[in-house]
């Protein structure tokens, strides 16, 4: 069974508090909880959990088992500006649910959210590492 911090890539403050909270009955529980918590984490909160999060296209000798299950081996030049470009703009990390998805599709969606606001882009990769969770814990 996945742990909390295998789905959430670590113990990151919501990690933690998550398991506070616990124990869970279910995975469905247990991700309720998780986009219950987001809003009431502090900015700093935030940005810690989001930067847990490897980078899309990170070296995949850094990348955690399932990531690299998730993310596949190969390497983009573009992603990797892309993602240091994202990452001056918003001052966290791009986090996308890839899904499986080709690097090539995950480029074109970089490339959108980087015309979005701090704002939007915090609550979307905050979203996504609870859909990343949620189908880590449902494997």
Do not use: C, W
Request: no cysteine.
């Amino acid at each position: 069974m996945t742990t909390v911090e295998e789905a959430l890539e670590g113990t990151t403050p919501l990690a933690q508090k998550v398991r506070a909270g616990g124990p869970y009955r279910s995975s469905a529980e247990l991700i309720a909880q998780m986009r219950a918590i987001l809003p009431a984490l502090t900015e700093e909160e935030k940005v810690e959990t989001l930067n847990a999060h490897p980078r899309i296209g990170e070296d995949p000798g850094r990348l955690s088992t399932r990531s690299l299950q998730e993310q596949g081996a190969d390497s983009l030049p573009e992603l990797e500006r892309l993602n240091a470009d994202y990452e001056r703009r918003f001052g966290f990390r791009f986090v996308v649910f890839v899904n499986r998805r080709p690097k090539s599709e995950i480029v074109e969606v970089l490339r959108r959210r980087l015309g979005r606001s701090r704002a939007e882009e915090m609550e979307e990769g905050l979203h996504a590492i609870v859909d990343i969770a949620a189908d880590r814990l449902r494997s």
